[in-house]
């Protein structure tokens, strides 16, 4: 199921379903096994176009933009917020309303950005096609989920997008999403109460990337950077932009922490470190020559900080065949064990490879 919290581009959501459907990836009949919540919010053309020109401005006017990956999401959220956005509901309902409703929305958008082309008509046109598809799956999310809970037992597995540092209330704003992608964004991105979520399992790679602009106090813009991206791969899933490597940041990880309340780790990548007999992790900031407790709000402040790194010996041995912690290297297990006994959280899982 595709939450309310979701916000959906229906070319993007049939063009990406068929492309996996080609590669075999076990999507056959994918469109009587989805459900889509009423209340989820739908992107159009228009947004990721907004999306661009408001990239494009940022850039002429401060020198510098946010590194947006144009898909629409901000301006979506935007008139989700200013409750002029369209829902599936409206699209299945009513496409007479619906159809009033997206022309005031289209012409609110082409008065605040003059150079914007819209096809109105000729957009109308696809989603109505889309309509006829979408219609069967789309559903009241609320009470499919409340009969899933109160049902015959089931495991519920809820997977969002983003990483705890890009919520648009916590994370490194403003170079963040749009929505909430910490653990309270599972309640209200799917109408779940609190209560009936369980463990919580903070995924973390054993060193730390970042996609496009923001602070990045470990970053490691050197060979060692360039040795992480390359042997994990790290390569932003939406745009293909490599992504900025450096050490793994506990400071980072603490206040992650704080916000979602783990109650253990999974660490993955760990055999993208094999490579080093000297591994640093950050595990404190300095600024103005003193330890601060806390992880900055305020970018400017993030980008002063001086790091304070522990140093750890490496392992030097290829570990991407260890199923069990016992398998692992005496140095790869103290690595693993300093991470918990510095964040006071259980690892419950470790992972190896490019995933």
């Given amino acids: ?31 009587k096994r989805l459900i889509i919540s009423d209340r989820a919010h739908i992107v159009f053309d228009f947004h990721q176009a907004a999306d661009g020109i408001q990239e494009q401005q940022r850039q002429e006017q401060a020198g510098k933009n946010l590194g947006t990956t144009k898909k629409g999401i901000g301006p979506v959220y935007s008139s989700k917020a200013a409750r002029s956005g369209l829902r599936m509901c409206d699209l299945v309902s009513d496409f007479d309303g619906f159809s009033e409703r997206f022309k005031v929305l289209a012409n609110q958008y082409k008065s605040i950005y003059p150079t914007l082309e819209i096809d109105i008509e000729g957009e109308l046109q696809k989603l109505k096609g889309y309509m006829e598809r979408i219609k069967p799956m789309v559903r009241d999310g609320v009470y499919f989920l409340y009969e899933a809970l109160h049902g015959p037992p089931k495991k519920i597995l809820v997977e969002g997008a983003n990483a705890a540092l890009l919520d648009i209330d916590f994370g490194t704003y403003p170079f963040v999403t749009s929505s909430n992608c910490t653990v309270g964004g599972v309640c209200t991105g799917l109408g779940m109460p609190p209560q009936n979520v369980g463990e919580v399992y903070g995924v973390v790679k054993a ?35 490599k992504r900025r490597c450096g050490w793994l ?14 109650t253990a780790l999974a660490l993955t990548k760990l055999d993208i470190l094999d490579m080093f007999t000297e591994i640093k992790v950050g595990v404190a900031y300095k600024l103005d020559g003193e330890i601060i407790p806390h992880f900055p709000a305020n970018q400017e402040v993030l980008n002063k900080v001086e ?5 750890l010996p490496g392992w030097n041995t290829d570990i991407s065949n260890a199923r069990t912690f016992k398998e692992l290297p005496v140095n790869a297990q103290n690595y693993v064990r300093f991470i918990e006994d510095e964040l006071q959280i259980p690892g419950k899982h470790f992972l190896s490879g490019c995933l």
């Fill in 1 to 31: 199921m595709q939450g309310n919290g979701v916000v959906i581009h229906l070319p993007g959501l049939f063009e990406e379903a068929e492309k996996n459907v080609q590669k075999g990836k076990g999507l056959d009949g994918w469109e």
């Fill in 249 to 262: 940041d506990l400071v980072l990880l603490k206040y992650a922490h704080m916000i979602n309340g783990f």
């Fill in 307 to 311: 790091v304070q790194y522990k140093t």
């Fill in 207 to 241: 060193y730390t990337t970042r996609v496009g602009i923001g602070a990045f106090p470990t970053e490691q813009d050197n060979e060692i950077g360039e040795l992480l991206q390359t042997r994990g791969r790290e390569f932003g899933v939406t745009t293909g932009r």
